[in-house]
């Protein structure tokens, strides 16, 4: 496999991440029953950190769907492409990409069941991305190992004949660091800039008593 092709996959994944981010944003209705217990300066500061919570979830969503394609794409090159392997690839990123969602969202469920006073979005771009940061991070520890099994045993048994044609894992490791870049930017977003601005994360939204200074 040529060596610029990991590169220019996980630049299509990200953008085309990055694009379905966009898209889902500008289809998104306001929630405004969570707005009502917030100020005016408590909105915009949650809007403008929700936007780099939804940059972390669309990079890890990229990241996450690079390092399930990557094994098809290296087969293709090995055996050559064809239509029945192209089914298969996507259909195998769909169901990675999918069952993490569905474990995000039934965790947010769980999570509305115990703490029902508080706000949990069900916004299905953050339950992707969300699923896609656990997952990823989850990954991401996989990969980071202190053993030479660690990048390639992500593949299974197909992951040293990965790491062969790669030539290098640090594609692979690129896809581990983004995804653990966006597990920290998600939380340094939605969770430590409000506080440390003076408000509170949007799943406190719901309470009552006072969260930051009127504006």
């Known amino acids: 496999m040529p060596g610029y092709v990991p590169i220019v996959l996980l630049l299509a994944f990200e953008a085309a ?20 217990h917030r100020c005016s300066r408590c909105v915009r500061l ?18 996450l769907a690079f390092l399930v394609a990557l094994p098809f794409t290296a087969a293709g090159y090995e055996s050559g492409f064809s239509f029945a392997n192209l089914v298969l690839g996507a259909s195998a990123l769909v169901a990675v990409v999918a069952l993490a969602a569905e474990a995000d969202f039934l965790a947010r469920a769980a999570a509305a069941f115990l703490w029902p006073r508080l706000t949990w979005s069900v916004a299905p771009a953050r339950i992707v991305g969300g699923g896609a940061r656990w997952l990823g991070a989850l990954i991401a520890l996989y990969a980071f190992q202190p053993r030479d099994a660690g990048i390639g045993g992500l593949f299974g048994s197909a992951g040293a004949r990965v790491i062969a044609d790669l030539g290098s894992p640090w594609p692979i490791a690129t896809a581990a660091a983004i995804l653990v870049g966006a597990c920290w930017l998600s939380l340094a977003a939605r969770w430590l800039a409000p506080i440390v601005f003076g408000s509170q994360p949007v799943v406190f939204a719901a309470r009552r008593d006072p969260h930051g200074a009127a504006g």
Not at 18 to 35: E, K
Not at 46 to 63: K, N, T
Request: glycine share 10%; aromatic share 6%; no cysteine.
């Open 17 to 36: 991440a990055f694009l379905g981010s966009i898209v889902a944003r500008g289809r998104a209705r306001p929630d405004r029953s969570a707005a009502a």
């Open 46 to 63: 949650h809007a403008r950190s929700e936007s780099f919570g939804r940059a972390a979830d669309a990079a890890a969503v990229g990241a």
